[in-house]
C-alpha cells in the first residue's frame, strides 16, 4: 500500500518534494495539500495532481486521508504547524532547521515523542549515496583517525527576503549553515562538541550574513564550518584524517561526487523528465523513500538522524549564531 502524504504549504521546497517522489512510482501518494491561501493550494494541486486542497492547515490536519505530512513552510511556521500535525496523530517530516531555537525545538521533540509518531527533521544530505559510501570508507578506516573536518557553503541570497529578514528567520547560520553543522554532526558520530567558537557579520536587519565557527571535539577532532548569503563559498566537505583526506562536491548538501584515497565515487542523480527549483531537487526521493522505510518498519525515529541529535544540531546553531549576536523574536 503507498504511502499516504499531506503536504503543508504550497511553496517552492514543497513543490520539488513532491516532485521528486514521483520516481518512486507506486509507493507514495499525495492525497492533500494545505496552504494558508485555498488558491495557493488549488494551483498547487492542478500542478502535480494532488487529490484534494486545503485552504488551512488545521483543515489538512483533520484529513483522515492523511498518514504522514511534509512540512515545506519557513522555518518561523515550523512549530505551530508541526504541533497541530502531531496532536492530530499525523506522522511528520519537517524541513530543516527544524525550529528556530532550542527552546522550540525541544517542546517540539516532546510533543511528538508523548504522542508516539514518527518524527523526522528534513535533513535530506543524510540519505543521498555519496553520504552512505562516505561514512562506509571512514568507518573502514580508509582515511585513518578523523583530525578535521572543513565545511563551507555560500551563495549570494540577499535579494531572498526569508535568507535576510529577522521576521522570517533569516541569517545565514540557519539557512545555510545547518547543512555544515550536520555534516560535521555526522562525521564526530553525533557527538556533542567540547566547544563552540563563532564569529561574523550581521547585516542591516540583525541577521548574519557571513559566519564562521570552529567545533572542537574530543581526541584532538576540530571542525571549521563556513557559511554566508553574500557569495559564492566552495560548497564542499572535506574531511582529514592521519592517513588521507576524502572531498565530498557537487555540492555538500546534495552531492554526487566523492574523492577519496581509494578512488572517486559518483552518483548522478537520474533523469527523471521533470524541473526543479533547487539543486539536484530530485535528490529528495531518497529521503522519501527512507521515510517510507522507517513507517513500514513501526520505528518512531530515522537512525540516519535521530530526535537526539536534531536537538544537538539546534544546540550548536544557536550557540553560532548567538555569539555572532542574532536574536529571533521567538527566543524572548
Known amino acids: 500500500m503507498a504511502t499516504r502524504w499531506g503536504i503543508a504549504s504550497a511553496g517552492k521546497i514543497s513543490s ?9 512510482k507506486d509507493d507514495h501518494r499525495v492525497v492533500a495539500v494545505g496552504a494558508r491561501s485555498l488558491a495557493d493550494a488549488q494551483a498547487f494541486a492542478k500542478k502535480h495532481g494532488v487529490e484534494r486542497a486545503y485552504g488551512s492547515y488545521e483543515e489538512l490536519s483533520r484529513d483522515p486521508d492523511v498518514e504522514i505530512v511534509y512540512i515545506g513552510t519557513i522555518h518561523p511556521f515550523h512549530l505551530p504547524v508541526a504541533k497541530l500535525m502531531v496532536n492530530a496523530g499525523k506522522h511528520v517530516l519537517c524541513e530543516k532547521p527544524l525550529c528556530i531555537n532550542l527552546k522550540d525545538t525541544k517542546e517540539l521533540v516532546a510533543l511528538a515523542r508523548q504522542k508516539k509518531v514518527f518524527f523526522m527533521e528534513g535533513v535530506w544530505s543524510r540519505f543521498f549515496p555519496v553520504y552512505k ?40 547560520t540557519l539557512d545555510l549553515g545547518v547543512y ?69 562536491s557537487s555540492p555538500v548538501w546534495c552531492p554526487v561526487h566523492l574523492e577519496s584515497p581509494s578512488g572517486k565515487f559518483d552518483s548522478p542523480l537520474p533523469d527523471l523528465g521533470h524541473s526543479y527549483i533547487f539543486k539536484n531537487g530530485q535528490g529528495m526521493m531518497y529521503e522519501a523513500a ?32 548567538k555569539q555572532v549576536g542574532v536574536t529571533y523574536p521567538q527566543d524572548l
Open 16 to 24: 520539488d518534494y513532491v516532485t521528486a517522489m514521483k520516481a518512486l
Open 133 to 172: 559510501e562516505m561514512m562506509k570508507r571512514i568507518n573502514a578506516g580508509e582515511i585513518g583517525d578523523v583530525i578535521q573536518v572543513l565545511c563551507s557553503f555560500g551563495h549570494p541570497l540577499e535579494n531572498i527576503p526569508r535568507s535576510v529578514e529577522k521576521e522570517l528567520g533569516g541569517g545565514a
Open 180 to 248: 555544515c553543522v550536520q555534516f560535521a554532526s555526522l562525521i564526530m558520530g553525533g557527538e556533542r562538541p567540547e566547544k563552540v567558537l563563532a564569529a561574523g557579520h550581521l547585516n542591516d536587519n540583525g541577521v548574519d550574513a557571513t559566519t564562521s565557527a570552529t567545533l572542537v571535539y574530543s581526541k584532538g577532532r576540530v571542525a571549521t564550518l563556513n557559511c554566508s548569503i553574500r557569495c559564492e563559498l566552495p560548497c564542499e566537505g572535506i574531511v582529514v584524517g592521519t592517513k588521507g583526506t576524502l572531498k565530498v
Open 290 to 321: 527512507d521515510v517510507r522505510r522507517c513507517l513500514q518498519e513501526g520505528l518512531l525515529e530515522n537512525p540516519h538522524i535521530t530526535l537526539d541529535e536534531t536537538l544537538l544540531l539546534s544546540e550548536i546553531l544557536e550557540s553560532i549564531r
